[in-house]
């Protein structure tokens, strides 16, 4: 199993610019979520799908689009980028929602950068 | 307001020493608590997750232990190595939301 993975690891937009942040896992969780890490700063979930056609918007969705098409799939959209966008993201899978006892799988980051 | 509190910040030790972090919560009501290790540019890996009922659980040379009385849990590392440098984060868990704490930098040093 590849676990969760992220693509790109890295990227450099301008602002304004739009991006899709691409997760994927291979474990069929359906659980599903985008993370933001700043420095100073824990965790702050932006939007997660607790199933394919569901989303829901976390602490901080504004400026950020999600779909889920595929139990697998889970893209994050930026829609004009802003420097405050600047951060690196991660997706996370679970079996179920993992405010319960569920393992929840991490990807290894996409670090964002906007100037 | 539910938050979860690290402390220290940052912390160095030698190699083959041990080390106690600790996570102080505010999250009510309580479900769970996890504490992750997160490697320099990558993901976060859980170490532990520990229910209401369990006060110690142990991975390895990683025992986490919970007071669930006192809201603290406790993150011990024994004999420390240089691949232990990460910084190490504790997650509360009420039943419809996460919350994470800031994290303790932990480098070992030889």
């Known amino acids: 199993n590849a676990g969760v993975t992220q693509t790109p690891k890295f990227q450099v937009l301008k602002t304004g610019q739009s991006m899709t942040l691409q997760c994927a896992q291979d474990?069929?969780?359906?659980?599903m979520s985008w993370y933001r890490q700043d420095p100073g700063m824990g965790l702050r979930l932006i939007h997660y799908?607790?199933?394919?056609?569901?989303?829901d918007q976390g602490e901080v969705p504004n400026g950020y689009n999600v779909s889920r098409s595929t139990t697998e799939d889970f893209p994050l959209r930026l829609l004009s980028a802003a420097p405050s966008q600047t951060s690196v993201y991660f997706c996370?899978?679970?079996?179920?929602?993992?405010?319960?006892?569920?393992?929840?799988?991490f990807g290894p980051g996409t670090r964002l950068t906007v100037t | 307001k539910n938050q979860v509190e690290q402390s220290p910040q940052s912390l160095i030790i030698l190699e083959g020493k041990n080390c106690t972090l600790q996570?102080?919560?505010?999250?009510?009501?309580?479900?769970?608590l996890r504490w992750y290790k997160q490697d320099t540019g990558r993901g976060p890996v859980s170490l532990t997750i520990?229910?209401?009922?369990?006060n110690t659980k142990s991975n390895g040379r990683y025992t986490a232990t919970l007071d669930a009385d006192t809201k603290q849990s406790s993150l011990h590392i024994t004999a420390s190595q240089l691949s232990d440098s990460a910084s190490y984060i504790c997650?509360?868990?009420?039943?419809?939301?996460?919350?994470f704490g800031t994290g303790t930098r932990l480098t070992v040093i030889p």
């Open positions: 996570c102080n919560y505010t999250v009510s009501p309580f479900s769970n």
């Open positions: 474990m069929n969780h359906e659980y």
């Open positions: 996370a899978s679970s079996l179920m929602w993992p405010g319960q006892t569920y393992e929840q799988y």
């Open positions: 997650v509360v868990s009420e039943y419809d939301n996460l919350f």
């Open positions: 799908s607790v199933g394919a056609g569901i989303t």
């Open positions: 520990m229910t209401f009922s369990e």
